[in-house]
């Protein structure tokens, strides 16, 4: 059955409160009805009397995914990384892949890099 639900003109003033400050989410107004008005309500039941957004249409902006195909033939990712062998010795990697094909541009490795090297 759950709980019953919290009065209207606290319903009401939770409405408001989102409204008049639009960067307050709903634990900063959990907390100015415990601290202001004595009022003990969970930030879960401020979450669910807050004003929802009203839908948008489609977005005309380009998401990251939708770059990242539009682009992956241009793009080229590098990294250096460590890799530790059997016997604990370190060997330094740097490599190139071009993020369209998938495929390894350039790599190299050695145990003693040095500002030439990279």
Same mark, same amino acid.
């Given at each position: 059955? *759950?709980?019953?639900p919290?009065?209207?003109?606290?319903r009401s #003033?939770?409405r408001r409160?989102?409204?008049?400050? !639009? &960067?307050w *989410? %709903?634990?900063?107004?959990?907390n100015? &009805? #415990?601290?202001? #008005? @004595?009022?003990q309500? +969970?930030?879960? /039941?401020?979450q669910k009397?807050?004003p929802?957004? !009203?839908s948008? *249409?489609?977005?005309n902006?380009q998401?990251? +995914? /939708?770059f &990242?195909?539009?682009h992956?033939g241009?793009i $080229?990712?590098?990294?250096?990384f460590?890799v530790?062998t059997?016997t604990?010795?370190s060997?330094y990697?740097f490599?190139? #892949?071009?993020? *369209? @094909?998938?495929?390894i $541009?350039?790599c190299?490795? /050695?145990?003693?890099? /040095? +500002? %030439?090297w990279?």
């Amino acid at each position: 059955m *759950g709980r019953p639900p919290i009065p209207r003109d606290i319903r009401s #003033l939770i409405r408001r409160m989102a409204r008049k400050n !639009p &960067l307050w *989410g %709903e634990e900063q107004i959990a907390n100015e &009805l #415990l601290l202001k #008005l @004595s009022l003990q309500v +969970s930030p879960r /039941t401020v979450q669910k009397y807050m004003p929802k957004e !009203p839908s948008r *249409g489609p977005r005309n902006d380009q998401r990251w +995914s /939708t770059f &990242l195909r539009n682009h992956a033939g241009e793009i $080229l990712a590098c990294d250096f990384f460590v890799v530790v062998t059997v016997t604990f010795r370190s060997i330094y990697v740097f490599v190139i #892949l071009e993020h *369209g @094909s998938r495929r390894i $541009l350039h790599c190299n490795a /050695t145990s003693h890099p /040095t +500002s %030439e090297w990279a």
